[in-house]
């Protein structure tokens, strides 16, 4: 059964800092891009960060670019993002998601429609 599991979400205050952590069992998605979507309530998911199956290739919305990072572990199967300088604005709940056709393809992708699989999502408050 394919399952991603996010952790790390929570209340922080603005400027600070977020660890998130995307764990996948079922399967492997070594050989696969993942990536980091959010959705704050009212509004549509939004992109927020992709990798590559190898880490080569990262990705950022305009938003959290220079704040944000990505980052994988394909030996433990699990995807990070890291958030610094955290702002109101980025409360929300975050999904990782994974994709499962291209094999070891380098590109890397933004939208929804281009993810297979999807965590339940962590809730990241920041509060002013």
């Known amino acids: 059964q394919v399952q991603l599991v996010e952790s790390g979400g929570g209340l922080v205050q603005t400027g600070g800092s977020l660890r998130l952590s995307c764990a996948a069992s079922?399967?492997?998605?070594?050989?696969?891009?993942m990536g980091w979507f959010r959705q704050a309530p009212g509004k549509e998911r939004e992109f927020v960060a992709s990798?590559?199956?190898?880490?080569?290739?990262?990705y950022y919305a305009d938003s959290v670019k220079g704040r944000f990072t990505i980052s994988r572990d394909n030996a433990n199967n699990t995807v990070t993002l890291q958030m610094n300088s955290l702002k109101p604005e980025d409360t929300a709940v975050y999904s990782c998601?994974?994709?499962?056709?291209?094999?070891?393809?380098?590109?890397?992708?933004?939208?929804?429609?281009?993810?297979?699989?999807w965590g339940q999502g962590t809730q990241v408050t920041v509060s002013s």
């Open positions: 990798i590559s199956w190898n880490g080569g290739n990262t």
């Open positions: 998601a994974a994709r499962s056709v291209g094999f070891r393809n380098t590109v890397v992708y933004t939208t929804p429609a281009s993810y297979n699989y």
């Open positions: 079922g399967r492997t998605y070594n050989n696969y891009p």
